[in-house]
């Protein structure tokens, strides 16, 4: 393999040319991971798994078939099993295990999809990053959209009623977090223009029905 000045992939000399090999930088959850003397065929999968230690994305079929191993590339979502890794260098791959808050905890994707009823559990790492990659450009989702997200998410024991439920009570939980820091904020602006003011007036006058808007 011939290098190509600013290609990130580097050719690796360990390999022939029925077996070529290269090296290469992959940025994984925010993180550049060095990748040496892989095959070049070896799948964005296998290397998460088997070379990076990353074992959230879930190996169900190696087809395309099941959603289990999917990731975010560049923020869109894909099956991680049909990318070949080498193709991946230079972009921002995001994983299950890329998903947690800052504080290392669950987020609440996790957290919501955890808490659903389900039998075997491999199916969730993909569908939490199918729910994710769903809310980061739809905020409220209906019942058909979330079905829809999660078409490519095969689950062979549990079913979808759970997920659905789920995701659903995640939304209803976001919005009414919103609600409660835009409230807090506009408290505090109104505050800041009349210091007399107390903050708590204005929170009753939210939850007081026939209060101001
Ligand atoms: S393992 Fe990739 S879609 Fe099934
Ligand atoms: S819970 Fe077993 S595959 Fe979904």
């Known amino acids: 393999m011939v290098a190509v000045p ?9 390999g022939d040319s029925d077996h070529p090999v290269v090296s290469y930088v992959l940025r994984v959850n925010g993180v ?7 095959w070049i065929g070896e799948s964005l999968l ?15 079929c190696s087809q395309g078939e099941c959603g ?3 990731v975010q590339s560049d923020g869109r979502l894909v099956a991680a099993c049909l990318v070949p890794a080498a193709t991946a260098a230079g972009c921002d ?9 800052h504080d290392g905890s669950p ?19 993909g569908m939490a990053m199918t729910v994710h990659d769903l809310l980061e450009g739809n905020h409220a989702p209906t019942e058909l959209e979330t079905r829809q997200a999660l078409c490519g998410n095969l689950c062979r024991c549990s079913g979808y009623r759970g997920v659905l ?7 209803d939980e976001r919005a009414a977090r919103m609600a409660a820091s835009e409230t807090e904020r506009r408290a505090g602006d109104e505050w800041e223009t009349d210091p007399g003011a107390d903050p708590a007036d204005h929170r009753t006058d ?3 029905p026939g209060g101001e808007a």
């Open 6 to 14: 600013g290609d990130p992939l580097a050719p690796d000399d360990t």
């Open 32 to 38: 550049d991971r060095a990748v040496e003397g892989s």
């Open 46 to 60: 296998y290397v998460l798994r088997e070379r990076l230690g990353l074992a959230g994305a879930k190996d169900g």
């Open 68 to 70: 289990a191993c999917s």
């Open 93 to 101: 791959i995001t994983t299950v295990e890329g998903l947690v808050d």
């Open 107 to 125: 987020s609440d994707v996790q957290r919501a999809l955890a808490r659903t009823d389900v039998e075997c559990g491999f199916c969730l790492p």
């Open 165 to 171: 439920d789920a995701v659903q009570e995640l939304v």
């Open 206 to 208: 939210q939850n007081t």
